[in-house]
């Protein structure tokens, strides 16, 4: 069931998103340049980079707030219409919510500009609300919520009804742990019935978790695109080293770059094709290897790698 109630009598959405070659300059600023990704049917893609980096415009020109000074996007294969992205759900990065208007009546009045009935958007919002924890405060104006209560809030504005995609800049920020895991069962929900998910978020532990698709973006170009496993093939191996005495002395080794270096601990990387055979011979001339073991690359090290 979805969270309102009704995921099994609606059909799936199984469009993807395409963006095609966009680019947005302001002046001569090219905030974003030639960017082409797909967001997949069913599946979370997370979008990554750093502040400047142009996920906020990208996510405007997808959703027709900006104009595309170059490019394209499409849906289903075809040019996007304003009408198509009528059913998506978008959290803008600049939050709209009414400070002084409680928080159920200002989420159906949004829903019925989506084009809700007054029933449905209601019992939307009620259910979203019980799902992210929010049910005692429906009365209440925004303006006396925390800022993380805020956030689910605007989430619930995003999700409310069916939308045929969801378009989430941060949705994660802000949010404690209990409302991150609601707010990935919910998203995932919606991937269960063919949406395609782009969110940003400058959480990498929490993209690496949840998503099966990932886009780095940096200085206004995707640097990196693909699924995580994609991403580790090509990245740099790294070598967990632990000896019985001390590992400052594999900083000398040809081929080796230390990462870091702790009493008898070493974080290698080798950095030329059978370096790791000299390396071990040495340690063993000099006593035990209590380990050495290839180390699986986390996304903050992808990342850093690709926006070097």
Request: proline share 4%; glycine share 10%.
């Amino acid at each position: 069931m979805s969270a309102s109630g009704e995921r099994l009598t609606r059909p799936r959405a199984t469009a993807d998103i395409e963006l095609r070659h966009l680019s947005r300059t302001f002046g001569e600023i090219r905030a974003v340049d030639d960017v082409s990704f797909d967001v997949p049917a069913g599946l979370l893609t997370g979008f990554v980079g750093g502040n400047g980096a142009g996920k906020t415009t990208t996510m405007r020109m997808l959703m027709g707030v900006l104009s595309a000074t170059a490019g394209e996007v499409l849906w289903d294969g075809r040019p996007i219409t304003q009408l198509d992205r009528r059913s998506f759900g978008y959290m803008p990065e600049e939050r709209g919510l009414y400070p002084k208007q409680a928080v159920l009546d200002q989420l159906v009045y949004l829903g019925r500009l989506r084009g809700l009935s007054a029933a449905a958007a209601r019992a939307s919002v009620t259910s979203h609300l019980e799902r992210l924890g929010l049910a005692d405060r429906a009365k209440d104006h925004v303006e006396k919520l925390s800022l993380g209560n805020q956030q689910r809030v605007q989430i619930v504005a995003a999700l409310m009804g069916h939308p045929r995609a969801l378009v989430l800049d941060e949705p994660f920020s802000g949010l404690d742990p209990a409302a991150v895991d609601n707010m990935a069962d919910l998203l995932r929900e919606h991937t269960a019935r063919g949406v395609p998910v782009l969110f940003s978020s400058h959480q990498l532990d929490l993209v690496e978790r949840l998503c099966e698709r990932l886009v780095v973006l940096a200085r206004g170009r995707v640097v990196a695109s693909g699924t995580p496993e994609d991403l580790r093939s090509h990245s740099v191996a790294r070598h967990r080293l632990v000896l019985s005495g001390d590992a400052g002395w594999v900083r000398g080794v040809p081929g080796i770059h230390a990462v870091d270096v702790e009493g008898s601990t070493a974080l290698l990387e080798v950095v030329e094709h059978g370096a790791e055979r000299r390396l071990l011979e040495e340690a063993l001339r000099r006593g035990e290897v209590h380990e050495f073991s290839p180390q699986r690359p986390s996304l903050a090290q992808i990342y850093r790698e690709v926006t070097a």
